[in-house]
Nanobody
Framework: VQLQAFGGGLVQAGGSLRLSCSAS????????MGWFRQAPGKEREFVAA????????YYADSVKGRFTISRDNAKNMLFLQMNSLKPEDTAVYYC?????????????????WGQGTEVTVSS
């Protein structure tokens, strides 16, 4: 599986961005998916996850109510709609495919990772 995240860029605080992640083969083969991010000088952290049917979603407390994760299994795509962006959201965002069908917060439970797309939020 090859994953490619895109859609990042520079945005002012309060603005919105929509990240997309494309997969090289069917991701609807019972795999949960997720988004993680890593800010400069910080460890990678969980952002959002979605089960393979899309019925279960989890969010980090820091993005809850502002970010929405979704997927389109027919098109092998994962999305992250980010609204009300804050400077502390600045990071490289990575999409990942889980080992199971569940939505999971743990990075250790993901088996494939994309290259990442950079998001910069200016104040």
């Amino acid at each position: 599986v090859q994953l490619q995240a895109f859609g990042g860029g520079l945005v002012q605080a309060g603005g919105s961005l929509r990240l997309s992640c494309s997969a090289s083969r069917r991701t609807s083969s019972n795999n949960g998916m997720g988004w993680f991010r890593q800010a400069p000088g910080k460890e990678r952290e969980f952002v959002a996850a979605i089960s393979w049917r899309g019925g279960d979603t989890y969010y980090a407390d820091s993005v809850k109510g502002r970010f929405t994760i979704s997927r389109d299994n027919a098109k092998n795509m994962l999305f992250l709609q980010m609204n009300s962006l804050k400077p502390e959201d600045t990071a490289v965002y990575y999409c990942a495919v889980a080992r199971s069908s569940a939505a999971t917060r743990s990075a250790e439970r993901y088996q494939y990772w994309g290259q990442g797309t950079e998001v910069t939020v200016s104040s």
